[in-house]
């Protein structure tokens, strides 16, 4: 199945952050990923905790982003790491949570990812994205070898919109990752229903 991730951008959210997050899980996408780096570690922990509790209440999957501190005090099963932290973590990160992710940039960084335990990684950015203002976009035929050298899931991020999906698709993707969209569509349920439906 190819699923559709959000990532969280408090910062680029139109409306109240909880209300939109509340907005999303129930449009049911197949996971949200808290990603929020330029909090301290206190207000990333509140911040968790009470969008830990939305996606709950939705049923949604919900991954700490880069805190894995806060993910083991709140009991959060599910961690995603950039791989620079996750090749720099102390111990075994696979016996202490029942999902890792890893954001990767390059095919030898997927492949560490795979090695380091990671059950799944993002690559990107696949497309020109205003969260990456001046950097040119690695492109389909990146995601395709980031595709074909690893066995986990792999999932597309940077610039996804229905539009160019199906090309997601049909370069190996496991699923896209999506975020100023949802942070700012005006009906996440379309946007999803679009999403799947491209």
Same mark, same amino acid.
């Given at each position: 199945?190819?699923?559709?991730?959000?990532?969280?951008?408090?910062?680029?959210?139109?409306?109240?952050? $909880?209300?939109?997050?509340?907005?999303?899980?129930?449009?049911?996408?197949?996971? *949200?990923?808290?990603? %929020?780096?330029?909090?301290?570690?206190?207000?990333?922990?509140?911040?968790?905790?009470? =969008?830990?509790?939305?996606?709950?209440?939705?049923?949604?999957?919900?991954? *700490?982003?880069?805190?894995?501190?806060?993910?083991?005090?709140?009991?959060? #099963?599910?961690?995603?790491?950039?791989?620079?932290?996750?090749?720099? $973590?102390? #111990?075994? @990160?696979?016996?202490?949570?029942?999902?890792?992710?890893? =954001?990767?940039?390059?095919?030898?960084?997927?492949? %560490?990812?795979?090695?380091?335990?990671?059950?799944?990684?993002?690559?990107?950015? @696949? $497309? %020109?994205?205003?969260?990456?203002?001046? /950097? &040119?976009?690695?492109?389909?035929?990146?995601? %395709?070898?980031?595709?074909?050298?690893?066995?986990?899931?792999?999932?597309? @991020?940077?610039?996804?919109?229905?539009?160019?999906?199906?090309? @997601?698709?049909?370069?190996?993707?496991?699923?896209?990752?999506?975020?100023?969209?949802?942070?700012?569509?005006?009906? &996440?349920?379309? /946007?999803?229903?679009?999403?799947?439906?491209?």
């Amino acid at each position: 199945m190819f699923e559709i991730i959000c990532v969280t951008d408090r910062k680029s959210c139109r409306e109240d952050y $909880f209300a939109r997050l509340e907005k999303i899980a129930a449009a049911k996408p197949d996971r *949200i990923i808290l990603r %929020e780096k330029e909090l301290s570690n206190a207000d990333y922990t509140v911040f968790a905790e009470k =969008s830990m509790n939305i996606c709950r209440k939705y049923g949604i999957p919900c991954s *700490i982003h880069t805190y894995a501190a806060t993910a083991e005090k709140l009991g959060a #099963g599910d961690i995603h790491l950039p791989i620079t932290v996750l090749k720099n $973590f102390s #111990g075994n @990160i696979t016996g202490r949570f029942r999902t890792v992710g890893a =954001s990767v940039h390059s095919v030898e960084e997927a492949a %560490e990812a795979e090695n380091l335990g990671a059950n799944y990684i993002t690559a990107g950015h @696949i $497309f %020109e994205t205003g969260c990456k203002k001046g /950097l &040119p976009p690695r492109g389909l035929s990146f995601l %395709e070898n980031v595709c074909k050298r690893v066995d986990i899931p792999v999932y597309a @991020i940077g610039g996804i919109n229905p539009e160019n999906i199906s090309s @997601i698709r049909n370069a190996g993707a496991s699923g896209a990752c999506i975020m100023s969209s949802f942070m700012n569509c005006d009906d &996440p349920v379309l /946007l999803l229903h679009q999403l799947r439906n491209h």
